[in-house]
């Protein structure tokens, strides 16, 4: 394993923010990983994961202890089942599974990070997301030190969550395995209304699952979600809050404040989100409280192309970041009675 002292950590975020690491070590196989996983917990010394880095924000001050970045390797295809090793890259995983002519994941093309991060974050978007085809994750189990795998219902998928994340020290993702579709090269149906206007058909309807792929790479570039080191506008971790999700009481009063604030005619984004459940768009809620594109004054400002997506304007530190983060969500929360969620991890940090 390959091990550095006192490494930067920006550089391996898409951020670009944050501190260094006081030790930051490179493992290359699964047994690597668990290595190190190991000789950390062995000593009681703190640990930072980091895969492709995209849903991180590092602290000014860095990370006092290891940090171990998962640099594995392992896409393989067996008719329509893929396993990934937890260090390939996602979008690149993506591609290659259409140019197999696969359905279940065309839509996530783009998304920048590691496979392994997918499961624990949920990742979705464009209509799908992660947990409609995965069957299987390979964890190192840190609380009894074994190599483990869970199933799809093990691992408690929700709305960009999982139990992964709920516990986030116990599990460090190796391997995950997808059940895709083979649909003679066409897509899985398409679910999300702006993917389905920018295709010219119907919700429910498939097409080539490369044509989809190209689209959404094309929506997502339009929203600077697509990672350019040239465009500031991606230098950020994508959708900084998640979108709200709401109960029955909760939605009232988001409504009645609404109402108040933009007019008895104003309707606000809104999805089923289970039994008794609402939810409503972040990005919606951002840009009504008057947070819009290209908002503010500093070195980190909301992204010129969409709202949900903080950016480094090239001299940020972390805590401009988090300030700007903080007046959106205060802002938010005084218009509509809404408190935003950060999606990224926060390391050495806060709201």
Known sequence: MQELHDAPLAPLTTFRLGGPAARLVMARTDDEVIAAVREADGSGTPLLIVGGGSNLVIGDGGFDGTALRIATQGFRLDGTKLELAAGEVWTDAVARTVEAGLAGIECLAGIPGSAGATPIQNVGAYGQEVSSTITEVDAYDRRTGERVTLTDA????????????????????????????????????????????????????????????????????????????????????????????????????????VHAT????????????????????????????????????????????????????????TEDLLALAREVVAGVHDAFGVTLVNEPVTVNCAL
């Open 154 to 257: 093990d691992c408690a998928f929700s709305y960009r969550h999982s139990r992964f994340k709920e516990d986030p020290h116990r599990y460090v993702v190796l391997r995950v395995r997808f059940e895709l579709e083979d649909a003679g090269g066409l897509s899985a149906p398409i679910k999300y209304p702006e993917t389905a206007r920018a295709l010219g058909v119907e919700a429910g309807e498939r097409v080539s699952a490369a044509v989809a792929r190209e689209t959404v790479l094309a929506l997502r570039a339009g929203k600077g979600m697509v990672l350019d080191p040239e465009d500031h506008d991606t230098w950020s971790a994508g959708s900084f809050f998640t979108n709200p999700i709401l109960d029955e009481a909760q939605f009232a009063a988001f409504l009645a404040r």
């Open 262 to 317: 933009l007019g008895p005619d104003t309707a606000p984004p809104a999805f089923p989100a289970g039994e008794g459940l609402t939810k409503t768009s972040a990005a919606w809620l951002i840009d009504r409280a008057g947070f819009t594109k290209g908002y503010g004054e500093g070195p980190a400002r909301i992204s010129t192309k969409h709202t949900l997506a903080l950016t480094n304007r090239g001299r940020a530190t």
